[in-house]
């Protein structure tokens, strides 16, 4: 692992030059919506899954990667399972399915929340624009034959004809050459381009394969990937239309697809702060070249990072894909930004009840490497086991981060500093220091007191052993903080009176049953909770608690 910012941010020039080359705040009651008091928001702080497994498991044992589901129709009546599960995002892939459909599934994930005592966060990826086959003609799938004859066009008909693909894009064979590779799905199938006919491709297949609708294309030459730019936008009038879609439907973050650059995330960040929705949060997908040659701007541009894998290992060699993946966690926790490694973690599930090894040791490195998240696709929104893929992904999850705490790993996580002006510097300084005390006098747990979640990410950041609890006043921060490492959103009133909201929360949390007499607590908060985001003087404190 790289030493500072910048040394693993100079990893992936090198690993990109080689991949060239080769609506309104919902508060939870504990069980079922109660009135909208002061008492029932206290009551209702700590959502159900956390609470379960703090009893169980004591604070040690609390999970600290987050789980993320991709929901469809597989597993959309399984949604509760899931959520007692430990989902904490619910991902809705508006490639698929109806606006009915999508609605439908959004508003049971608020019921949780609101009837149950959940906490899971709601996350919509648009579709970018990308070369993919529209449809085969045929039926839901189809074998191309070794030495078979295809024909790719983006000409429509009514009619189906066989050994005929449609492509989405006019222009898609435009710089392509007889003698390429078109390839699948990052080689699922591989077909040889034997003659243009206008802009069509007529092509032999060479590696047999079931062939998929919406199925990825890239087009390789002598070994490297033909590189093209079409002139697409980031984001496609249907695009913009799903993303007034999931403002509607109240959405806590839009993973961004295909971002080529800073300025994508930027754009989408103004609009939303134009309508007073800078709750919502961006997360950058990186899933191309493009993507990775622009890394550290997306990044520091976004609010977060999702590792789309499968999309990412369709455009370069799945030799680099392991490197790449430790670089961008890496460089994400020291720029601080959540970070989920998603795509094809636990395959194999998508069609039996128990995953390979080799898979179970993946979703292990993922933790290893302290992802925030980790995250389910196929196996989830279409697979035969659900609620087992899951249930696997947190075992593993669990079983690292229980290894990584006996060796006392955090040990060798160096620091970069990012804050310029003063009051940041302080926040920064000052949560560094209570993650290293926590873990040196071997406290229990972190209590932060945070308005918008910032020092909880700064706390998240430094992966320390004990929990981190992070109590908010505040709705949408509360949400936001469901994708950061060890972090544990609460929701409650506080007040100016740091005294007051510590003997409040143990209040709680020994109604609970999750503190007891003689727990050490660190204590780390602003001195006002309700100051300004660009306050230019701060009061921050430590504190170590012994709870009476």
Not at 513 to 529: E, F, M, N, P, R
Request: a negative charge; one cysteine or more; proline letters at 4%.
């Amino acid at each position: 692992m790289a030493t500072s910012a910048a040394a693993a941010a100079s990893t992936l020039p090198y690993l990109v030059a080689a991949a060239s080359s080769s609506a309104a705040a919902r508060r939870r009651g504990a069980h079922r919506i109660r009135a909208s008091s002061a008492a029932a928001e206290v009551e209702g702080a700590m959502d159900v899954v956390s609470e379960a497994e703090l009893r169980e498991k004591g604070f040690m044992g609390l999970r600290k990667t987050k789980l993320v589901c991709t929901v469809g129709p597989a597993c959309v009546g399984a949604l509760p399972a899931l959520a007692r599960g430990g989902m904490g995002v619910a991902r809705v892939n508006l490639c698929h399915g109806g606006r009915g459909w999508h609605r439908a599934v959004m508003r049971e994930v608020r019921r949780l929340n609101e009837e149950e005592g959940f906490c899971v966060s709601l996350m919509v990826d648009t579709e970018g624009s990308q070369l993919l086959v529209a449809d085969h003609g045929g039926a839901a799938s189809v074998k191309a034959e070794d030495g078979s004859e295809w024909l790719f066009t983006s000409k429509r008909t009514d009619e189906s004809h066989p050994f005929t693909m449609h492509v989405n894009f006019d222009k898609f064979s435009e710089d392509i050459l007889v003698g390429d590779e078109l390839v699948i799905d990052g080689g699922m199938e591989t077909f040889e381009v034997i003659e243009k006919v206008g802009n069509d491709l007529r092509c032999k297949c060479t590696d047999p394969g079931l062939l998929l609708p919406r199925a990825k294309l890239s087009f390789w030459r002598n070994g490297k990937l033909v590189e093209r730019n079409f002139g697409l936008p980031t984001l496609s009038a249907k695009d913009w239309a799903d993303i007034e879609f999931g403002i509607a439907e109240g959405v806590d973050c839009i993973a961004l697809s295909f971002v080529k650059d800073a300025n994508d995330i930027k754009y989408l960040k103004t609009y939303l702060s134009r309508k007073s929705l800078e709750h919502i949060k961006i997360f950058a997908k990186v899933e191309s070249l493009e993507s990775l040659k622009n890394l550290k701007d997306i990044i520091e541009a976004s609010d977060g990072v999702m590792v789309a894998r499968g999309d990412l290992g369709v455009q370069i060699p799945l030799e680099q894909i392991p490197a790449i993946q430790e670089a961008i966690v890496d460089l994400c926790r020291r720029l601080n930004k959540p970070v989920i490694v998603a795509s094809q973690l636990l395959e194999s599930m998508v069609e039996y009840p128990t995953p390979t090894r080799a898979e179970v040791a993946d979703v292990s490195e993922a933790v290893r490497q302290y992802a925030d998240a980790v995250m389910l696709s196929a196996e989830s929104a279409i697979g035969a086991y659900p609620q087992k893929a899951l249930a696997v992904l947190r075992a593993a999850s669990e079983r690292m981060e229980s290894w990584s705490r006996e060796e006392n790993m955090q040990k060798l996580l160096p620091q970069h500093q990012l804050a310029i002006a003063l009051p940041d510097r302080i926040s920064e300084q000052i949560c560094t220091s209570a993650a290293e005390m926590a873990n040196n006098l071997a406290v229990d747990a972190i209590f932060v007191y945070t308005k918008y979640g910032h020092m909880a990410s700064l706390l998240s950041r430094n992966r320390p052993n004990p929990p981190i609890f992070a109590f908010t006043d505040n709705a949408n921060s509360r949400k936001s903080m469901n994708l950061y490492w060890g972090v544990i959103p609460l929701q409650l009133p506080l007040s100016n009176n740091m005294e007051d909201n510590f003997n409040q929360t143990i209040k709680l949390m020994k109604s609970k049953g999750s503190v007891k007499s003689g727990d050490t607590v660190l204590v780390v908060a602003d001195s006002d909770l309700n100051r300004p985001r660009a306050a230019t003087s701060v009061f921050q404190s430590i504190q170590v608690r012994i709870v009476d």
